[in-house]
């Protein structure tokens, strides 16, 4: 079945409020097993949408959905928010334990995340510490037992808990192509708890200065591929995700067979990332023949204490980064969204005890970087003295620095706890590695390649 959103009184005039025209659109494919609605040219204005089993929704050049920013049209549907299933505001396009569902076309999906934005940064500025809003008492109330859980730093606390613009919950059969996707709320692309996925030819674009506005969140997922797409964004590019805390290891629900092909990568607090939600194990991720231009971090992968789960089997091939921070960042001392009283714990520098909630990477191979004009450092790599980072390998790899515009070398990537240096080689804390024809030149006289500290373990041939 095939069907035409003018049908059921759409009008892409830029004024009229859709919302009822794509919800009897979609109840009417539901009830006839499914089908693609289609939306033509025009500015067409709508609160949160829901797809289920069996449909398309398909967006013709010069189709643009946008969305209206009024919080109460996004009601508190269970979610899983920063690593925690949870009450959280409607993901403004939404499928839920739905199958063989499809995003696709040449038009843009515009999430109107301006007010979201502003919103978010004014609360942050006024060090707001808990709900205020109606919203966010209503979604308190909802999640009372859950307010003080792990966070990435998006203001759990405040329960503020803005949408995604896309969000696949416990779906299977994803096909996502063609589209562009720009000003999200919070995160863009989010499937979580969903099998066999595919993004194909897409472009995520927010502004720089969006918080919290990554591109694509791939969250306990299996079999997912991402190829031909462009990410330029306010946060993490591409991250993979596994669920926080003690929730996300009785969840037990790990992000596994993935692959990263051909995408290009700008703007972004890390290229592809992996963590730092961790709890539920991530491994069998491949990132292959993939460009980063002016990209914080390229290879990104961090946890902390607390957030459990072994990283394990990524392999990192034929990439090209340039004007990047820095390209390597491995990192278990991860600070955003650390709460006050558990920092002295959480980033000590001496062995603490293991137990479930300690997180383990081990095999991780990086072949065939070239990383030209990197801004802060070489690489950055910090395990847990109770927990090092195993097995990690770098070969034919070429890391150039800067010869202007530097900045600090803390800026390689955002941790706390561990001593700053001025040393912009690779640095190593807590690892054992193998590092096969690397080299990094831009160094100053005398500066060393390799930066060896506390637990380093080295083989460099």
């Known amino acids: 079945m ?19 025209a794509f919800a009897a659109a979609f109840s009417s494919l539901k009830h006839g097993g499914g089908g693609t609605l289609k939306v033509g040219c025009g500015i067409y204005l709508t609160g949160p949408i829901e797809l289920f089993d069996n449909t398309t929704l398909e967006l013709e050049q010069g189709a643009v959905l946008q969305f209206f920013p009024d919080v109460w049209r996004y009601a508190p549907v269970l979610t899983r928010w920063e690593g925690i299933v949870c009450f959280g505001m409607h993901p403004l396009i939404f499928a839920r334990e739905a199958h063989n569902i499809a995003l696709t076309g040449r038009g843009i999906i515009d999430g109107n995340g301006e007010p979201w934005w502003t919103s978010i940064k004014l609360k942050k500025s006024a060090h707001q510490s808990g709900p205020v809003e109606p919203i966010e008492i209503a979604l308190a109330e909802y999640n009372k037992d859950l307010i003080d859980q792990p966070s990435g730093g998006g203001g759990r606390e405040m329960q503020f808990l803005r949408p995604p613009l896309v969000q696949c919950f416990r779906c299977s059969n994803i096909h996502i192509e063609g589209l562009t996707f720009r000003n999200s709320p919070f995160w863009t692309i989010h499937p979580v708890f969903s099998d066999h996925v595919t993004i194909r030819d897409v472009f995520v674009q927010n502004p720089p200065d969006a ?101 394990s089997n990524l392999r990192f091939n034929n990439l090209i980064m340039e004007r990047v921070l820095c390209p390597v960042a491995i990192n278990m001392y991860y600070r955003c969204g650390a709460k006050p009283d558990k920092k002295a714990e959480l980033f000590s520098l001496t062995p603490m005890p293991v137990d479930a909630l300690t997180p383990h990477f081990r095999k991780i191979e990086i072949s065939g970087l070239d990383a030209q004009y990197c801004r802060a450092s070489a690489g950055y790599i910090a395990g847990l003295p109770e927990a090092p980072i195993e097995h990690l390998t770098m070969k034919h790899c070429h890391i150039g620095l800067a010869d202007h515009d530097l900045v600090p070398v803390s800026e390689s990537e955002m941790f706390e706890g561990i001593p700053e240096t001025d040393a912009r080689g690779i640095r190593i804390r807590h690892a054992s590695c193998g590092f096969h024809d690397v080299t990094v030149t831009g160094l100053d006289a005398g500066s060393e390649a390799f930066i060896f500290e506390d637990g380093a373990r080295a083989n460099t041939t």
Do not use: M, Y
């Open 2 to 20: 095939t069907a035409d959103i003018g049908e059921f009184g759409g009008r892409g005039d830029g004024l009229t409020d859709n919302s009822k």
């Open 211 to 311: 918080p919290n506005t990554d591109g694509i969140d791939i969250d306990s997922c299996t079999d997912v591929r991402v190829e031909h797409t462009i990410i330029d964004v306010g946060d993490d590019c591409i991250a993979i995700k596994a669920g926080a805390g003690e929730r996300g290891l009785r969840e037990g629900k790990p992000s596994k067979g993935i692959s990263i092909h051909n995408c290009l990568f700008k703007r972004g607090h890390g290229g592809v990332v992996i963590g730092s939600e961790t709890a539920g194990g991530i491994s069998e991720v491949s990132v292959e023949n993939c460009r980063f231009e002016g990209t914080d971090r390229g290879i990104r992968i961090k946890t902390r204490r607390g957030r459990g789960g072994v990283v």
